[in-house]
């Protein structure tokens, strides 16, 4: 966020609490979050799924999510992070009990339509990175919203966690856990968390304020690129159990082990991204990171033999991925002028969830049963990788760095004179 005003420097100790409520809130919404995809396979075997209808099911939290980040976003400017992320940890509990109703029930349809109002626990991203934002200077904001988005390690804690409750304590019970889960975190968050002293309340109309963000450009560049990594991400936690299911043979136990070893790798990359970017600048970590995922996905697709060249080359995909979300949301961190940071946040973790959504229904549609291949939804993946590389080389212009450019040429500052000029990066 680039503030046309001087950050007010804030008590390390309050920095450090806020920044760690808020990490916490988004490691529960996001187990709550991919709670469906974790048990993929059961639903498959109690639901007597096809590949395509389980990418349905599976994909249907992260539709919503993606899409109600946008209004979230926009929200966490009006009324601040403290109530927002009560208000998310809150919502997610009903969606989570349904969800649990729904398949004691075996009902495709009504696990389905819980599905789809468990995706505001992914909404959470969005109120996330504004307010952990507003609580360290530019320079340092790359290492805040790394640190935040390490959250997602929420989906390790799913895959590892969900199929292991079910079969210790029970299918309902698993989601009874979820829910108390949410609401423990909602009353902390309630009682303990405070805005940064910066924080004020933006209270703009809000079809204007996101009408105004979609006309930056820089909006719809972040949004490209973090659609392939954060998306790209969000598809492989999600599909994974079952990819592993169906090419490697593995049973839930066990896609669900290596699966959260995926989350957990993206995870602690996703902060190095941050830190890298405040360094070097974003661009050479966004570029680093999408050479690696096209390398990757081209290997994946080879579909490697034996548990160590296979797990490997996951574990590096998912490094890859994480780097490259900590590295473009940097970029937004330096980019958004203050008071706007929620609703472009909203629009690009939106674009992040949404390049999550439809590559689950992809390798359910393509999936080749007679050769247990997935290549054709791989191959997409290297081809858009590589276009996102070359957007990134070529089209992808301006300023690196926090230090470098603290705000917006665009805005004017509150004396009235002119703006600094900014520091660019040509490709």
């Not at 169906?246 to 066990?254: E, I, K, L, R, T």
């Not at 549609?365 to 590389?389: E, R």
Request: charged share 10%; net charge positive; glycine share 12%.
């Amino acid at each position: 966020m680039a503030g046309t005003q001087p950050h007010t420097m804030s008590a390390p100790a309050d920095r450090t609490l806020n920044l760690v409520l808020a990490t916490s809130a988004s490691v529960i919404c996001f187990w709550a979050w991919n709670s469906v995809a974790t048990l993929g396979s059961f639903y498959t075997l109690n639901l007597h799924l096809n590949p395509a209808a389980t990418g349905v099911l599976v994909a249907m939290p992260v539709f919503v999510g993606s899409l109600g980040r946008i209004v979230v976003g926009t929200l966490t400017d009006r009324y601040g992070g403290r109530a927002m992320f009560t208000f998310v940890l809150l919502a997610a509990i009903l969606p989570i009990l349904l969800v649990a109703v729904g398949g004691t029930l075996n009902s495709f349809a009504a696990v389905l339509g819980a599905g789809l109002l468990l995706g505001v626990a992914g909404t959470v991203f969005a109120v996330g990175i504004p307010f952990v934002s507003g609580w360290y200077e530019p320079s340092r904001r790359g290492f805040a919203t790394g640190v935040f988005g390490a959250g997602m390690g929420g989906t390790a804690l799913a895959a590892f966690l969900n199929p292991r409750l079910v079969a210790w304590i029970g299918y309902f019970p698993t989601h009874l856990v979820i829910a108390a889960l949410l609401a423990g975190m909602a009353a902390l968050i309630w009682f303990l968390m405070k805005e940064s002293p910066d924080w004020s309340r933006n209270s703009a109309p809000v079809i204007p304020k996101l009408m105004d963000a979609a006309r930056n450009p820089v909006t719809w560049k972040m949004c490209f690129l973090y659609a392939v990594v954060f998306g790209g991400f969000v598809s492989f936690a999600t599909y994974l159990p079952t990819y592993l299911r169906d090419v490697y043979s593995f049973d839930p136990n066990g896609a669900g082990a290596r699966t959260a070893g995926f989350a957990l790798a993206a995870v602690l990359a996703r902060p190095l991204g941050g830190v890298l970017a405040d360094k070097l600048g974003p661009k050479p970590v966004v570029i680093a990171s999408l050479a690696g995922v096209a390398l990757l996905a081209w290997v994946v697709n080879l579909q490697p033999d034996g548990e160590v060249p296979a797990g490997l080359t996951f574990v590096a995909m998912a490094a890859a991925l994480g780097l490259g979300a900590g590295g473009v949301f940097a970029w937004v961190g330096v980019l958004a002028p203050q008071g706007k940071v929620g609703s472009i946040t909203g629009l690009v973790s939106a674009a992040g969830g949404l390049g999550g959504y439809f590559p689950p229904l992809v390798m359910g549609a393509t999936y080749q049963a007679a050769t247990h291949s997935y290549s054709i939804g791989l191959l997409l993946l290297v081809f858009t990788a590589l276009v996102a590389l070359a957007f990134t080389v070529f089209a992808v212009r301006g300023r690196t760095k926090a230090a470098t450019a603290p705000k917006d040429p665009s805005i004017p500052s509150n004396n009235g004179g002119p703006p600094p000029p900014a520091t660019t990066n040509a490709p």
